[in-house]
Structure formats: structure tokens, C-alpha cells
């Protein structure tokens, strides 16, 4: 599984801008990272990885394949989306099928950039699209309520733990509080996603900063980065005109840039990195010499259903999992050394994948 980002904002943020330079960016990686277009408002990238780069060297693999996310360039919001103004309906619906929400927020002042509420309030910005939000879920919830109260008379389980569910969603939100404040159990995490309201989505404030400030931010985007605190929410300060630059450029002239302007690595690197910290993603990979290929899975996984994410008969038949940490693969120059020197380990059913271990399944077919 990859997983996939909504980019949010209001109009004039920068957020298209970002999205177009990210995609053409990954457009212009190495042949081994392709990347798509889906529609005109989706890409999928890959994941920048090096270790991936470093196993593939030393298994001489054929082929590597990084493991994938997809962005969604969301239609822009304005005040009233939840009520249909604007493109509301669409950016609705959009949000309801991303993992996670990428709120670009305008952190710079440009006199030729006009912004839609006529000041350059980093923090009023990302209220007004929550604001928005829940307001959408409220309604969803209430029309819920009415439509289930004859199967909550009727005694119907299901219906029993959707109204409880539903009315501690609601109670937070009329306090001023997005749905993913509220604590539930794992017994009701199942039917707490199927509810799918909008204000669950985690969210990773993207502070579109001047170029000057792309290295350290701005005072801006620390008030972001306070705000993004108090809500446990992510956080990372990018320039969109650093990233459009870079993306015109080939690997060699867009390090050189990054170098010029203080930066270690392109913003795509940081924003798909906090990405995987906000959902708690990890990576492990299959290496051969037909090819070396990494896979995302959620931190906890279990060896059973890590298998699964490459198929499902992995998943059913599955009889172990022969492990080597990262570390130990390249330090022993590959599996036959790991092996050697017994470091590959024989996993069973209960075995919780780490970050960057290299795995092989055995499972019936």
C-alpha cells in the first residue's frame, strides 16, 4: 500500500502551485520512479528511500521499485463549502477518500498575490477550512441520527453502536472540536472509520514560507507550528517557488540549488517523510535480483498481514517470514552473509515488522 494525501487550502495560497511542482518533480526522476497522472488533479509519486537504493546495489537487483504515495490536488476552498458555495460539494466528497490532509497555508506576504480574506493570517486560515469541516460533519450527523432511529428502537447492534458513536462525534464538534479528538476503543475503531467524517482525517499543516525562509520558516509558520502542537497535527515549512525552480531542473543542477539555498533535501522528501510519521507508516522490502522493492505498511503491523500487502494468498497461506534487518543485510553484504553469520531470523505469525527489514515469505498456496 502507498497511501494518499489531499492538498487543501484556500485560493492564492500556493497550493496548485506546490502540486504541480511536486509532480513534475517526480516526473523527472530516474527512470525507476515513473510517475502518473491519474486525472489532471492526481499524481503518484515515489517515496525516496536510499536504503532502497543501497539494497538493490548489493542483491545486483534488476529493477527497484519505491514504494508509492498519490497526491490529490483538492478543489480550492472558500467560506460556505459545507453549504455547497464554490466547489464545496466536490472538495467534500474529494476529502472523504484521502488518508490524510495536507493543509497549505500562506506564510509569506506578496503584495501581487492577493488573498482571499485580504490579510496573511497563516492560523484564521486553517480555522476557516476546519470551520468548514465540521460543519459538513454535523450535518452528516444529524441526517445520520434521523435515518437510523427505527433500527435503534428495533434493538439493531450495529445501528446501537452508530448512534453512541455518532453522538460522541457530534458532542465534540458542537464544542468546537474536530472528530478526531475523541477517544475510541479499538472494540469500536472499525465501525468509528466506517462512520468516514471528514474532521477524523489527520491533518499536516504545509507552511508555504518565502524562499528566504524555506531553511529555518518564518514567524508565520512557528505560529503554525504552535498551533499544529496544541492539536498533536504535523508540521513542515516548504517554499512553493523553491520547488517549482527545482523541479525545472536535473538532479546535479537542483542539488546544487538546494546547497545555494541552505536546504539538505527537496520539500517532497520532507512532506512524504512527515506524512508517514502523521499516519504512522513504515517500510519494508523484498530484495532479489530480479528486483528490489520497498513496501508501506502501518507501524504494528503483523508479519500475516504485511505479507498481504504484496497479495492476499500471502496473506491466507502464510507459514513464516524469514527476517534480516537493514542493518545487518549491509553489513554482511547480503542474505547469504546475513544467513552466515545468523542473522536471518525465522518469524512466525505474531512477529511485528520493523522499519527497513528485509523480508522473504514462505505460505501455501
Known amino acids: 500500500m502507498g497511501f494518499k494525501m489531499g492538498i487543501v487550502g484556500l485560493p492564492n495560497v500556493g497550493k496548485s502551485t506546490l502540486f504541480n511542482a511536486l509532480t513534475r518533480t517526480a516526473a523527472a526522476q530516474a527512470a525507476n520512479f515513473p510517475f502518473c497522472t491519474i486525472e489532471p488533479n492526481v499524481g503518484e509519486v515515489a517515496v525516496p ?3 532502497l537504493d543501497t539494497l538493490a546495489k548489493i542483491a545486483s537487483s534488476k529493477q527497484i521499485i519505491p514504494a508509492r504515495m498519490t497526491f490529490v490536488d483538492i478543489a480550492g476552498l472558500v467560506k460556505g463549502a459545507s453549504k455547497g458555495e464554490g466547489l464545496g460539494n466536490q472538495f467534500l466528497a474529494n476529502i472523504r477518500e484521502v488518508d490524510a490532509i495536507a493543509h497549505v ?5 506578496d503584495g501581487d498575490i492577493t488573498h482571499v480574506e485580504g490579510r496573511v493570517d497563516p ?6 477550512i476546519e470551520t468548514e469541516l465540521m460543519l459538513a460533519d454535523i450535518e452528516s450527523i444529524e441526517k445520520r441520527l434521523q435515518n437510523i432511529v427505527r433500527k435503534v428502537r428495533g434493538g439493531d447492534k450495529e445501528a446501537v453502536q452508530q448512534e453512541r458513536l455518532l453522538k460522541e462525534a457530534l458532542a465534540a464538534l458542537e464544542d468546537g472540536k474536530p472528530a478526531r479528538t475523541v477517544e475510541v476503543s479499538d472494540e469500536d475503531a472499525k465501525a468509528w472509520g466506517m462512520l468516514q467524517l471528514l474532521t477524523t482525517k489527520p491533518v499536516l499543516y504545509v507552511c508555504n514560507v518565502e524562499e528566504s525562509a524555506a531553511a529555518e520558516g518564518n514567524a508565520q509558520s512557528a505560529r503554525v507550528a504552535e498551533m499544529a502542537a496544541a492539536q498533536g497535527a504535523g508540521t513542515v ?3 512553493a517557488a523553491i520547488e517549482e525552480e527545482i523541479s525545472q531542473l536535473d538532479d546535479e543542477e537542483a542539488e546544487i540549488f538546494l546547497e545555494e539555498m541552505g536546504l539538505s533535501e527537496a520539500g517532497l522528501s520532507r512532506l ?3 506524512g508517514y510519521e502523521l499516519l504512522a507508516l513504515e517500510t519494508y522490502f523484498t530484495v532479489g535480483p530480479k528486483e528490489a522493492r520497498a513496501w508501506t505498511i ?5 508479519a500475516p498481514q ?3 500487502v504484496i497479495h492476499g494468498d500471502f496473506e491466507r497461506g502464510f507459514i513464516r517470514a524469514e527476517t534480516i534487518a537493514y542493518d545487518d543485510y549491509v553489513a554482511l553484504k547480503g542474505e547469504q552473509g546475513a544467513k552466515e553469520a545468523g542473522k536471518m531470523r525465522v518469524e512466525g505469525k505474531s512477529y511485528e515488522v520493523k522499519d527497513g527489514d ?3 515469505f514462505l505460505f501455501n498456496a
Open 272 to 274: 512524504i517523510r512527515a
Open 237 to 239: 515549512v516548504i517554499s
Open 105 to 109: 497555508l500562506r506564510c509569506f506576504e
Open 123 to 128: 492560523v484564521a486560515d486553517a480555522e476557516t
Open 298 to 302: 502501518r507501524c504494528g503491523t503483523l
Open 306 to 308: 504485511a505479507a498481504g
Open 358 to 360: 528485509v523480508l522473504h
Open 49 to 51: 528511500d536510499h536504503r
